[in-house]
Nanobody, 114 residues
Framework: QVQLVESGGGLVQPGGSLRLSCAASGSIFSIYAMGWYRQAPGKQRELVAAIASGGSTNYADSVKGRFTISRDNAKNTVYLQMNSLKPEGTAVYYC????????WGKGTLVTVSS
């Protein structure tokens, strides 16, 4: 059974930081590259960052230099460290394989506001 459980969202001021976590099924984690996605109100879901099983990473231009994706293979967990957050970063953040599977978790809401 596919399981994706995101956590760590919340309200943060512009310029602040948050760390998101995602616990994934071992069946997904061991096979696929993993990604963090976000969906802002009224917009399509977009890929923010991805990490291959071997650790190579790539980022959307909008978050390069501010976000860092990492994974702990022993814990089947992927993280997203978000620094220097901007109001346009307000969105529901999801993790999934990269490219994504059909199943999505509930996501975690990040609100960047003063």
């Amino acid at each position: 059974q596919v399981q994706l459980v995101e956590s760590g969202g919340g309200l943060v001021q512009p310029g602040g930081s948050l760390r998101l976590s995602c616990a994934a099924s071992g069946s997904i984690f061991s096979i696929y590259a993993m990604g963090w996605y976000r969906q802002a109100p009224g917009k399509q879901r977009e890929l923010v960052a991805a990490i291959a099983s071997g650790g190579s990473t790539n980022y959307a231009d909008s978050v390069k230099g501010r976000f860092t994706i990492s994974r702990d293979n022993a814990k089947n967990t992927v993280y997203l460290q978000m620094n220097s957050l901007k109001p346009e970063g307000t969105a529901v953040y999801y993790c999934n394989a990269s490219p994504p599977l059909k199943y999505w978790g509930k996501g975690t809401l990040v609100t960047v506001s003063s």
